[in-house]
């Protein structure tokens, strides 16, 4: 409790059943009047825009709607939106959808011309329209923080990070289980890494309830059958409150990025994706990332300061209490091996548990050493 | 992990927390192109020497335009509309709050006045009602306990009305919170008990009550753990920098817990004998949470087995048997009331009839019990309580409360 520290998340997030009914109320919380949607083929074939207009239909706010097929799209929609007058976005889709409604929500506040340069929070200071998010599938937290990519530029600011995430299982879609494994593995790995060392009460709240999210989910989800099997609609359904709670831990993983932009599980898992980028079918980013979270850990056991209470988000009061203190680090990673021992079983492919088993070499390991062992910060207790 | 059917938790308000943390107001004010500040607390902050030490830590990119140290303890109408006046004398764009519950909430009404433009606060009061963003606001806490520097909500006082006019928006919540242990540091040591008592119940009942959730759990139970830890060493050694940063986040931490949940009984009770008697309200919330607590504790059992580990630790938790944890709980507390009691030399009440003005005369008198049960029927927050209450009730917990006796629980309904 002595060290500096800053934490900050824009997001409200409006979770669970009906969540959209709730929508129009903040929606005039916010003053935004005229909301511009914009969302993706595969929303739109299941009609969940129209699930969006029945929730505004009885406050009559007028909804814009825009399809995206590519990034090309946005000069298009940049015109709509200013020549109808629009004053908010709401972004219905995940990935491609929601970077696209950041960058035109910069092209909006800062001019097009903004996009031309990757920019910085110092650069895009100014406050940005009312973002509303509502994901059709668990991701990996890009979506919630305060960045977006676009024509390979970043623009990096704590205001791209959307006022509101609207999660809800009523708009999720079918998930293949290779996309529901990485966003998993993301969030967890992402959530473990600003648990254990952060300095910040505040990061270790939000990433605490995202582990436990994923602890609660990650399994039964892998354990059914991919989507595509899934022919019974009431089978589908009930895949669709876990997938939900998944994106709500993908949508924490987010808050948590976008304060701690340089979190070395993330750094790593990149570089192992560079390393064996001949397969990719094989190591998703969410793997690379626990697989080094991992090691970083085994590196880093007797500085870390809270690896042994991480331990408490993995199991439960019970499990952690009945372990001695001294072995609580040790637990809390057999735990995190644990899970990656049973998903490795349960998915169809199998899948490596070390980052020796995903083929990286002893001496590859060794080089990326600064980025799998912590460090504590200078006056750190 | 057990989620409600819906739920909501935000917090916008950025929170910088540390040693030496109010010198980097300059360059947050700067960054939002505000750099001529009204500086907003009252005259208690001011005589402690607190907003000297803030003007210090500004450097010469911000220019304190006005430094307006006349807020009341009890944030009025009048008063907002005057430093309302005083932002736009001085021509300001930004305000410093510096203070307690009373100075947040005055700088969140003068903010209200000075970015719409208007004069007519009363036109904002409710839900929802600011059209737009308004100017930026850095909040500094001066005690650690009430936590409206992460909340949305403003209460102002209508003297002449006899009401109290409520503000809620998103828009409300300031900028920034800085919590910096120099800021708690002069408190006076029954002060920072019945504060952080205030906090405590905030997150205690954040995690009892019936708009708990995953995140405000979350945030209530690393506030109920940096509480329990540091408040008697604090009380022990007031000097001691860590454990005073301790304290203030974790008041911040259930700030965010309970704006996203709400709280139960133990404010109702407690705003009432507040607004009946003019007692201090962290002392009221001190006293009356372990009552609430064990009038809940059917319908909560599990939820308060739970509490006892970021309160009492991990040896306790273990040693306790599963069935006895929620007991252990509410004992927890009653036992922090009596630590308390004893190390500020008495000060500290554990009861309702124990709580004093400084010149020993008693604030609760007995007669009035029933009148603050009525009284506490009207309070919003008995709606997010776990149990029904009625008027008797409430006067069954006041009366244990007041002579400080166990709660009968065979005479709690179990409804």
Redesign the interface.
């Known amino acids: ?19 959209l009914a ?1 929508l129009p ?1 903040d929606l ?4 935004a009047r005229k909301p511009f949607v914009i969302t993706d083929q595969a929303a739109k074939d299941a009609a969940l825009h129209l699930e969006l207009a029945r929730a505004c239909r009885d406050t009559h706010l007028p909804l814009g709607l825009a399809i995206l097929t590519d990034a090309g799209d946005l000069e298009t929609l940049y015109h709509l939106f200013v020549d109808k007058g629009y004053d908010s976005i709401m972004a219905l889709g995940t990935g491609q959808v929601v970077q696209t409604a950041k960058a035109l929500n910069l092209a909006i506040c800062h001019g097009p011309e903004r996009l031309r340069t990757p920019a910085g ?2 650069q895009l ?1 100014n ?1 940005l329209l009312p973002l509303v998010y509502i994901p059709t599938h668990p991701e990996t937290g890009q979506d919630t923080a305060g960045e977006t990519l676009f024509s390979g530029r970043r623009f990096v600011s ?1 205001n791209l990070m959307p006022d ?1 995430a609207v999660i809800t299982a009523d708009t999720m879609l079918g998930t293949p289980g290779a996309a529901v494994l990485d966003s998993g593995l993301s969030s967890l790995a992402i959530c473990c890494e600003a648990f254990a060392f952060s300095h ?3 990061a ?3 990433a ?2 995202g582990i ?2 994923v ?2 989910t990650l399994l039964p989800l892998a354990r059914q059958p991919d989507h595509k099997d899934l022919l019974c609609q009431k089978a589908q359904k009930n895949r669709q409150l876990p997938l939900a ?1 998944l994106a709500h831990a993908a949508a924490i993983s987010g808050y948590i990025q976008s304060n701690y932009p340089d979190l070395k599980t993330r750094q790593a898992g990149a570089r192992v994706m560079a390393v064996r980028s001949d397969q990719p079918a094989l190591l998703s980013a969410g793997l690379c990332m626990v697989l080094a979270l991992v090691q970083l850990f085994e590196n880093s056991r007797h500085t870390c300061p809270w690896l042994g209470k991480l331990l ?1 988000p993995l199991t439960d ?2 499990h ?3 372990v001695p ?1 001294p072995e609580q680090p040790d637990e809390a990673v057999r735990i995190i091996r644990q899970l990656l021992h049973v998903l490795a079983e349960t998915v169809p492919r199998g899948m490596p548990q070390t980052l020796e088993e995903a083929g990286i070499t002893p001496r590859q390991i060794s080089e990326m050493s600064d980025l799998l062992t912590y460090t504590p910060p200078q006056g750190a207790p | ?1 057990k ?19 109010l010198e980097q107001i300059p360059g947050l004010l700067s ?3 505000a750099r001529h500040p009204m500086v907003i607390t009252d005259q208690g902050v001011a005589r402690a020497g607190l907003v000297d030490i803030l003007c210090q830590a500004l450097d010469s990119r911000i220019t304190v335009k006005t430094i307006q140290d006349d807020v009341p303890a009890d944030s009025d109408l009048a008063t907002v509309h005057t430093l309302a006046g005083q932002y736009k004398k001085y021509d300001c764009n930004a305000i410093i709050a510096l203070g307690g519950g009373s100075v947040m909430d005055t700088a969140k009404g003068v903010n209200i006045l000075v970015s719409t433009a208007s004069d007519n606060l009363l036109a904002f009061s409710g ?2 009602a ?4 308004l100017a930026p606001l850095v909040a500094v806490p001066t005690t650690a306990g009430t936590g409206s520097e992460v909340t949305q909500v403003a209460v102002i006082s209508d003297p002449d009305n006899l009401r109290k006019l409520l503000f809620t ?2 828009f409300l919540m300031p900028d920034a919170a800085v919590l910096d242990p120099r800021m708690t540091l002069t408190l006076p040591a029954p002060v920072t008990a019945a504060t952080a008592m205030d906090a405590l119940s905030h997150a205690v009942e954040a995690c009892l009550c019936l708009g708990r ?3 405000s ?3 209530a ?3 109920i753990a ?1 509480i329990s830890h ?1 408040l008697v060493p604090v009380i022990q050694q007031p000097d001691h920098t ?1 454990g005073r ?2 304290l203030a ?2 008041a ?2 259930a700030g ?1 817990a309970f704006s996203n949940s709400m709280v139960g009984m133990v404010h109702t009770l407690g705003h009432a004998v507040g607004s009946v008697c003019h007692a201090p309200h962290g002392t009221c919330m001190a006293v009356l949470l372990p009552y609430g607590m064990a009038y809940n504790l059917h319908k909560t059992q599990s939820l308060q087995a ?1 509490l006892l ?1 970021p309160m009492a630790g ?2 306790v ?2 040693r306790t048997r ?1 069935q006895d944890r929620a007991e252990k709980a509410i004992d927890w507390v009653n036992r922090m009331n009596r630590r308390l009691h004893q190390a500020t030399s008495g000060a500290h009440a554990v009861c309702l009839r124990d709580i004093k003005t400084p010149d020993g005369k008693s604030l609760v008198p007995a007669h009035l019990l029933p009148g603050i049960a009525r009284t506490a029927l009207g309070d919003g927050s008995i709606f997010y309580n776990p149990e029904d209450l009625d008027h008797d009730d409430c006067l069954m917990v006041l009366t244990a409360a007041f002579d400080g006796t166990p709660l009968d629980l065979s005479r709690v309904k179990k409804g």
């Open positions: 409790m002595t060290a500096l520290h800053h934490f900050l998340c824009r997001t409200k997030t409006a979770f669970g059943t009906h969540a709730h109320f005039s919380g916010m003053h929070a110092e200071n406050p704590p509101i910040s009460p505040f270790r709240s939000y605490s309830a436990c999210l602890m609660d709670k408490l009061t019970d952690y209490t009945g203190g | 992990m989620v409600p059917d819906y739920y909501e938790f935000g917090c916008r308000t950025r929170i910088m927390a540390g040693h030496d943390v960054s939002m192109a839900a929802n600011l059209p737009h963003r928006s998103g959730n995953p995140l759990t979350a945030h139970h690393e506030a940096l540091h860590p940063l301790a986040t974790g911040a931490l965010m739970d580990l991990a040896d938790y273990a599963p």
